[in-house]
Nanobody, 121 residues
């Protein structure tokens, strides 16, 4: 089992950048494929990005490809989401997720509490 805590959300102007962090507890962090999802007001939660257990492979939703970068530091039990060129439509609560199957956009079993990202126009 793993517990996840996100941080790094906030308010940013369009075109700006934010970096989200997700700290995981538990000694099995390196065995989990990790991912980020987001949920905008009135919309369903959607896949954003995923990264393999080693960090060597990553996959993105088309809407963020080329702007967002997912990475992980297994020594720190942390996964990151670097978000550049932010758009107002990126406004959402962002959730860290563990236990996905790499290549799938379906979430795994473990969720963080979420962190709010607001992009103003």
């Amino acid at each position: 089992q793993v517990q996840l805590v996100e941080s790094g959300g906030g308010v940013v102007q369009a075109g700006g950048s934010l970096r989200l962090s997700c700290a995981a507890s538990g000694r099995t962090f390196t065995s989990y494929v990790m991912g980020w999802f987001r949920q905008a007001p009135g919309k369903e939660r959607e896949f954003v990005a995923t990264i393999s257990w080693s960090g060597g492979r990553s996959n993105y939703a088309d809407s963020v490809k080329g702007r967002f970068t997912i990475s992980r530091d297994n020594a720190k039990n942390t996964v990151y989401l670097q978000m550049n060129s932010l758009k107002p439509e990126d406004t959402a609560v962002y959730y860290c997720n563990a236990g996905l199957t790499y290549g799938s956009s379906s979430p795994g079993s473990y969720w963080g509490q979420g962190t709010q990202v607001t992009v103003s126009s």
